[in-house]
């Protein structure tokens, strides 16, 4: 057996040099993300890295096509640091290349940026666009970081600086602007998602839901990915928070989907409050008041009572001196 497993395993891809032709990087950094080659780590000759810029000359779409396959690849943490110490990832992509070494011009401790992005992309869905997200999502912290009075550092709006900065590099690119607005979407709004706690209410969930629209699933899937932790309980708590997350977005979806209600035997109600026989005038208003239901205009779930004054503050509309503006009972001034 042991035979067997050893003939029928693939072979390892051999160590392979740095390349030293600037236009071959974006190949190189491919097959070392897809595991087709094995980088020994080494940086490429300082003539390669002079040369860095004619990456270009390999054409946008093709640049384009080689970063999302690098991006969806199963080791795309080496195929990126590779493009960085050749210096082709600040030829391509300067917002990113920022990142590396940010935390050392601090003076006070925070992430190492480089490093989380890093992480994120690999634990990322391997979805070149949900990627994109994550190698971008921290670069707006760059040109927002400050410091207080106490040593706090902080980050304000970093989210919308760096989808502003995704649709620039998208644009440099010549990226489709379909995915570019698709994957600036989620960098601007993906702490929403990771802001969820369990004690919020529908009414939050359900704005969330509203606000996200079509890119829910994006977020969510970048929200699993976007977090820096050794701790095993911090991360299976993330996890935890998404699927409950995921479970009351599908409950509010489903119970959304199934039309509300009146109350169980309200056209025998009607008939008593409003003195009239079962007959076609209760199926009129029945109806009535299932369309003001449908339309919002009534509780989800209306009593009895509620209905009935309902409709007869709409019959008082139509008609001020008919009976139904009057009950049995109340006197006419």
């Not at 026989?277 to 779930?301: D, F, M, Y």
């Not at 709409?314 to 139904?324: K, N, Q, S, T």
Request: glycine share 6%; charged share 25%; with cysteine.
């Amino acid at each position: 057996m042991i035979e067997t497993a050893a003939t029928d395993a693939s072979p390892a891809p051999a160590v392979a040099p740095p390349p030293e032709d600037p236009t071959t990087l974006l190949a190189f950094a491919r097959g070392v993300a897809e595991g087709d080659l094995a980088w020994s780590g080494a940086a490429p000759s300082a003539a390669c890295r002079r040369e860095a810029a004619r990456v270009l000359d390999a054409g946008m779409a093709e640049i384009v096509a080689s970063l999302d396959a690098t991006l969806a690849a199963t080791e795309p943490a080496q195929g990126l640091e590779l493009l960085r110490v050749s210096g082709a990832l600040a030829i391509l992509l300067p917002e990113v290349e920022a990142l590396h070494g940010f935390h050392r011009s601090c003076r006070v401790h925070h992430k190492d940026l480089w490093a989380h992005t890093l992480e994120v992309v690999e634990r990322a869905l391997p979805d070149p666009d949900i990627r994109w997200a994550a190698l971008m999502h921290d670069v707006g912290k760059v040109p927002t970081r400050t410091v207080d009075e106490r040593g706090r550092v902080s980050f304000l709006r970093h989210e919308r600086v760096g989808a502003l900065l995704m649709r620039g590099a998208g644009a440099r690119l010549a990226m489709a602007p379909e995915r570019i607005e698709r994957i600036a979407f989620v960098i601007e709004h993906h702490a929403r998602v990771n802001a969820y706690r369990r004690d919020w209410s529908d009414r939050a969930v359900r704005r969330l839901v509203r606000e996200a629209g079509v890119r829910l699933d994006d977020l969510m899937a970048f929200s699993g990915a976007d977090y820096t932790t050794r701790r095993r309980e911090r991360a299976s708590k993330i996890r935890g928070n998404l699927r409950d997350l995921r479970s009351r977005v599908d409950a509010l979806a489903a119970a959304d989907a199934t039309p509300p209600a009146l109350p169980h035997r309200m056209g025998r109600a009607l008939c008593e409050a409003l003195h009239i026989a079962p007959g076609p005038e209760v199926g009129r208003h029945l109806s009535w008041l299932e369309a003001e239901l449908a339309a919002g205009r009534l509780p989800p779930e209306p009593g009895v009572d509620e209905c009935v004054a309902a409709l007869r503050a709409e019959l008082a509309r139509r008609d001020p001196a008919g009976p139904a503006a009057h009950p049995a009972g109340e006197e006419m001034g």
